[in-house]
């Protein structure tokens, strides 16, 4: 009880730089004082707490949330949209978010059931990144830039690693449980598969994004650099 306490008094400083309370329960848990303004100290000694109570928490509620290296990017996005396409997991559609704004791909558009850029789950997981990125509801797939690249394993898709992306296009990002909607699949031009070797044969949708986002990104950008 007293660590589960340190540690939301600890956080409470982090977010709101008040320490009173903070320097009382750390002599009553008899710990040496802490500075309180060295970020990395302060982050050790609140995993430090949570490890006395078998507590762990996902990125976006830990402390840095802000790194030295983030910057007001001046780089231009990619004409490259992302539908997710009933994407059940608020994690999931932050993480998608925060890596499309970390390659500059392009618009975001979100089918009905995926969870939108209000929610706070999303908020928090894309790093509060949710905004620098153009996100839309309600577009049909008739609507979104042509052509319709599945992320899907399907026979004789072939590998992401051996296609070469056009300059413009929007990348389908199916359903965690069941992939891509039998509507989006047939709708779409060309599907690709990541070329897994491992016992399991699938990727969670997120991880999965993250690496065709930084093929799609090297390709983009280095033809670029040539014209």
Sequence with gaps: MRHTWAARTLRYYHLKAKDTLYRRIESWLELPLLDLQDIKAL??????????????WQEHNL?????????????????????LDNIRSAFNVGSIIRTVEA?????????????????????????????????????????????LIALETVPNAPSLFDFTFPKEFTLLLGNEEYGLSDRALSMADQALQIPLYGFKQ????????????????????RKSCFH
């Design 202 to 221: 699938s990727l969670n949708v997120a991880s999965a994004f993250a690496i065709v986002a930084a093929v799609i990104s090297n390709q983009q950008r």
């Design 43 to 56: 982050c050790d000694r609140y995993h430090f707490h949570l490890a006395q109570i078998g507590q762990s």
């Design 63 to 83: 402390f840095a949330s802000h790194q030295k290296s983030d910057i007001d990017s001046d780089i231009p996005f990619l004409q490259i949209g992302v539908y």
């Design 103 to 147: 390659f500059r791909l392009g618009p975001i558009y979100f089918a009905k059931q995926t969870p939108y850029i209000d929610n706070p789950k999303v908020q928090k997981t894309s790093m509060f990144t949710f905004d620098k990125v153009s996100c839309y509801q309600n577009r049909s797939l008739k609507q979104l830039p042509k052509p």
